[in-house]
């Protein structure tokens, strides 16, 4: 079973249209992410969320928003997307009571996000 | 800031050879650091991590990385890699104290000829 899970996998959408992208997580972890990745630049960092009342801008938090609705969910929103948002995206989690370990990041397996 | 360079973004070999993967990173502060390992169509997977204590790590898959504070760089090998082995590599680094936040490298791509 997985700990980390991101649906949709695949979507294919239109300039100008809203779109959520969903993440969701069985490991208790409070610490969440939302990366980008593009071929040649690795994962970059969009927002992060320490809690359900904590949420920060990641790097390149531009065009993106993100609800974090429980411990165990944090979406993505793409409030008008555009075609430079054609990415892979992950979500991923952490724990802080794992002391330096805790600075390890669990992954989902991705959501292939094309927009035309 | 902290930045991440890896220095080769795909790396060729032939089955059975030896492997080193290069990562250099730059801070101000004392960090932990990461390899992650992306397969065809999948997520991320730890490879392996320093924390602390002895500079070479072993990870899975026969793999291993040294931490070499003066040069500020965290290397990855493999005395002689599979087929399997074909996959993206991810160096990554976090402060000790802050955020929890990854820094990657630009990944490198890792093929395996037989």
């Known amino acids: 079973d997985a700990d980390v899970t991101q649906t949709p996998r695949n979507r294919i959408t239109k300039t100008g249209k809203r779109i959520m992208l969903e993440c969701s997580q069985t490991k208790g972890h409070d610490r969440m992410y939302w990366y980008r990745q593009d071929p040649g630049l690795g994962l970059r960092l969009i927002y992060y969320s320490f809690d359900v009342k904590d949420i920060n801008k990641g790097e390149i938090s531009d065009g993106y928003s993100v609800s974090r609705q429980a411990q165990a969910k944090f979406s993505l929103s793409l409030e008008s997307a555009i075609p430079n948002q054609t990415a892979l995206y992950f979500c991923?989690?952490?724990?802080?009571?794992?002391?330096?370990?805790?600075?390890?990041?669990?992954f989902g397996p991705g959501t292939r996000l094309t927009v035309l | 800031a902290q930045s991440v360079t890896q220095l080769d973004s795909q790396v060729p070999v032939f089955e059975e050879a030896p492997v080193e993967l290069r990562c250099n990173y730059s801070?101000?502060?004392?960090?932990?650091l990461f390899w992650y390992v992306q397969y065809p169509n999948q997520g991320l997977q730890l490879l392996l991590k320093y924390l602390s204590g002895s500079t070479l790590v072993k990870g899975i898959n026969g793999f291993e990385a040294e931490f070499n504070k003066s040069q500020t760089s965290f290397h990855l090998r493999k005395p002689s890699v599979h087929i399997s082995d074909t996959a993206e590599y991810f160096c990554a680094v976090s402060i000790i104290q802050g955020a929890q936040k990854l820094v990657f490298g630009q990944g490198t791509r890792l093929t395996i000829n037989p």
């Open positions: 991923a989690t952490s724990d802080p009571r794992l002391g330096g370990r805790g600075n390890e990041q669990f």
């Open positions: 801070s101000s502060v004392s960090v932990y």
